[in-house]
């Protein structure tokens, strides 16, 4: 049997024994392809202290897959000409949180310690989907709060670990999000605050004075790994690898340049540092997280187990422009950024045949997306008196979904935090989809509560769910391309 990775194939390009300066929640396989990377580039130029402490806060199958290894992992880059691999060494190791909660406490409160890196996705932050302020009727955050046991969640580790490190006359550690949330900085920061207000007001002020949290804006396609590409590594390279993950060439980091205590240069390893990274997840999340989440369903629906499969599908790549279309609208002109040659980058990765980027994994947590991806464009768009069908078909494919069913009638289970509310919403309405339409509209969490009084918007909503139940996914998609009607 080959060697495992790490076994005898340690060979980084920079001294992995220096001290760990970063922190990482959610070590998953977007971690891995992105921000680990630039990590692994940096201290390969030479810079020192930045080697990862990695962590998850549920699962141990990360730390069962790296730790073996070494922290060691295989990246392959996929396109249409190939694939290039590549070891990265920036990851010392994986904690898991349940299992070891003193130790993470202790790697986030050591001095060393400058920077915690967080991919959580949206639901790790537990803030409410309709206000984005901490939800402190959680169960997880209530149980936090109460201090009876170790932490769980994101901010309660946060929390208690800023205050040992004021305890002990340290500094605070610079937090940044690197999830697909909008203003994430400001978000994470508001959290943390109000978690740390509920028991310690003293030290909520010190966070807010003394911490920082910028934004940030990060993109790079990560699909799922499978057991045939674990098998696919190990035929061609001389190592068994179970950490491998695969991504597509392009890769995009945008970092607001607000830290605290000593700071990465991340310039130099192909960060985009600036003042404000708002316009850019503004149009990442309008264009590419909006066209994903849209063809997610759409794809998933009409039996496209691939994205890449759906965007070849009759009307598909037609409907994709019709939403950016729609989407551009929303967005101001700002400096660096070019909306058309964005539009065809994107359409390049959608269109990728290698990375395998499966419809049912983008479809997750739809609940926790569904407002910045595709509401908030709607709503932008009806300020400016314009209609939204194309927006509007994205919504009635994520309602489409809510059902749990598939066109030919098998089951299937809705990942999602809320996804007790809207199924319990669709069994309200008794397969009629305009009261379907209205029971999920009236989800706060997700729709706030301006929608409610949107006749339009919900008769789109409506109209589109109806279109998807009695013709289909991909009948109603190739009709609409072709006329901008549902029917």
Not at 48 to 57: E, N, R, V
Not at 252 to 262: A, H, L, Y
Not at 322 to 345: C, H, I
Not at 367 to 396: C, E, F, H, W, Y
Request: some cysteine; aromatic content about 8%.
């Amino acid at each position: 049997m080959k060697p495992r990775l790490g076994s005898r194939l340690n060979t980084p390009a920079y001294d992995r024994s220096q001290a760990v300066g970063v922190v990482h929640l959610g070590t998953g396989a977007f971690h891995r392809a992105h921000q680990a990377v630039y990590f692994d580039t940096l201290m390969a130029q030479g810079e020192t202290g930045w080697m990862i402490q990695g962590a998850s806060l549920r699962s141990d199958a990360i730390a069962k897959q790296l730790n073996p290894q070494g922290g060691l992992y295989t990246m392959v880059v996929q396109d249409g000409s190939g694939e290039t691999d590549q070891i990265i060494s920036s990851i010392k190791n994986v904690l898991v949180a349940p299992q070891q909660p003193a130790a993470l406490l202790s790697a986030l409160a050591h001095a060393d310690t400058q920077l915690v890196t967080l991919t959580v996705t949206e639901k790790g932050y537990h803030l409410d989907p309709a206000s984005g302020a901490l939800n402190l009727d959680d169960p997880l955050i209530r149980a936090d709060l109460s201090g009876q046991s170790a932490p769980r969640t994101a901010p309660g580790f946060l929390v208690s670990a800023l205050k040992a490190r004021r305890d002990k006359g340290l500094t605070p550690f610079t937090i940044l999000s690197c999830d697909n949330l909008p203003h994430n900085g400001v978000l994470t920061c508001s959290a943390i605050c109000e978690f740390a207000r509920q028991s310690d007001p003293a030290l909520a002020d010190w966070i807010e004075k003394e911490a920082a949290f910028p934004s940030s804006m990060v993109d790079r396609i990560v699909p799922a790994t499978t057991d045939a590409d674990l098998k696919a590594l190990a035929t061609r390279l001389p190592y068994r690898d179970e950490g491998m993950v695969k991504t597509e060439p392009f890769t995009q980091w945008v970092v607001e340049d607000n830290f605290c205590g000593r700071r990465p240069a991340l310039e130099t390893a192909g960060v985009t540092m600036t003042k404000t990274v708002a316009d850019w997840e503004h149009a990442k999340l309008r264009l590419l997280n909006g066209a994903h989440s849209a063809l997610a369903y759409l794809g998933s629906l009409a039996g496209h187990e691939y994205v890449d499969q759906a965007m070849g599908a009759p009307g598909f790549e037609r409907f994709v422009d019709m939403l950016w279309d729609e989407a551009v609208t929303t967005l101001k002109p700002f400096a660096g950024f070019d909306a058309d040659a964005y539009r065809g980058e994107l359409k390049d990765r959608f269109c990728n045949p290698s990375l395998k980027h499966r419809t049912f994994q983008i479809a997750m947590d739809g609940s926790q997306k569904l407002p910045q991806r595709l509401l908030g464009a709607i709503r932008d768009r009806r300020a400016q008196g314009l209609t939204s069908p194309a927006l509007s078909l994205g919504v009635g494919a994520w309602m489409r979904w809510q059902y749990a069913q598939d066109e030919h009638g098998q089951s299937f289970v809705v990942d999602d935090p809320l996804a007790h509310m809207t199924q319990e919403a669709v069994r309200s309405a008794d397969g009629n989809p305009v009261q379907t339409a209205k029971a999920l509209v009236n989800i706060e969490d997700i729709f706030a509560t301006d929608f409610k009084d949107d006749v339009h918007s919900t008769t789109a909503f409506s109209d589109a769910l109806s279109a998807l139940l009695n013709a289909g996914a991909a009948q109603t998609v190739q009709s609409f391309a072709e006329t901008g009607s549902y029917s």
